[in-house]
């Protein structure tokens, strides 16, 4: 063979790898943002403030932290010893017995949320799913309550669960 013809042939090859290594990188790069936008998105970054109020729309003390966030596994989070945690709570409310509460989110939230009470007076707890951001105070002297705050994505997936404790002396 003539040594023209393979460098002929050498270079027709460099070319045709040439564009297709160009052809597979520019269908590897994406200029769809949406992936930028789901990790730009302030709800997976920063951990949301929960409050509570009174009837009188004053704020109670209470205490919040992140149970998990981004990364909830539901086998792991069932079931959460809350009552544990609630008798932690060592600031004391006042509240009248059936007195209204209401749970604040202190940012727009793009993802469903739903809210979970449990409440423990001592010797027992209970736990029930809350319709909306309200629910009354009962029983009777010193009642300790947590409110777990669940993130959800479009999939119903947990992507955040947030718990609020708070202790209520009740009048």
């Given at each position: 063979?003539?040594?023209?013809?393979?460098?002929?042939?050498?270079?027709?090859?460099?070319?045709?790898l040439?564009?297709i290594?160009f052809?597979?990188?520019?269908?590897c790069?994406?200029?769809?943002?949406?992936?930028?936008?789901?990790?730009?998105?302030?709800?997976?970054?920063?951990?949301?403030?929960?409050?509570i109020?009174?009837?009188?729309?004053?704020?109670?003390e209470?205490?919040?932290?992140?149970?998990?966030?981004?990364?909830?596994?539901e086998?792991?989070?069932?079931?959460?010893?809350?009552?544990?945690r609630?008798q932690?709570?060592?600031t004391?409310?006042?509240?009248?017995?059936?007195?209204?509460?209401?749970?604040?989110?202190?940012?727009?939230?793009?993802?469903?949320?739903s809210?979970?009470?449990?409440?423990f007076?001592?010797s027992?707890?209970?736990?029930?799913e809350l319709?909306?951001?309200?629910?009354?105070v009962?029983?009777?002297?010193?009642?300790?309550?947590?409110?777990?705050?669940?993130?959800?994505?479009e999939?119903?997936?947990?992507?955040?669960?947030?718990?609020?404790?708070?202790s209520?002396?009740?009048?």
């Amino acid at each position: 063979m003539n040594i023209h013809i393979i460098e002929k042939k050498v270079k027709m090859i460099n070319k045709r790898l040439f564009f297709i290594l160009f052809f597979f990188l520019a269908g590897c790069s994406n200029n769809d943002l949406s992936h930028d936008e789901i990790v730009a998105d302030p709800l997976m970054n920063e951990i949301p403030i929960v409050s509570i109020y009174n009837s009188n729309n004053e704020e109670m003390e209470a205490r919040s932290f992140a149970i998990c966030w981004n990364y909830c596994d539901e086998a792991i989070l069932s079931p959460v010893n809350e009552e544990g945690r609630v008798q932690n709570s060592d600031t004391l409310n006042e509240a009248e017995l059936g007195e209204t509460m209401e749970i604040a989110l202190h940012y727009e939230s793009p993802h469903t949320v739903s809210h979970q009470l449990v409440t423990f007076d001592g010797s027992s707890s209970t736990e029930e799913e809350l319709e909306d951001e309200t629910f009354e105070v009962h029983g009777q002297g010193d009642i300790q309550y947590a409110i777990v705050t669940r993130f959800l994505n479009e999939h119903e997936e947990t992507i955040g669960r947030i718990q609020t404790n708070f202790s209520v002396h009740l009048y």
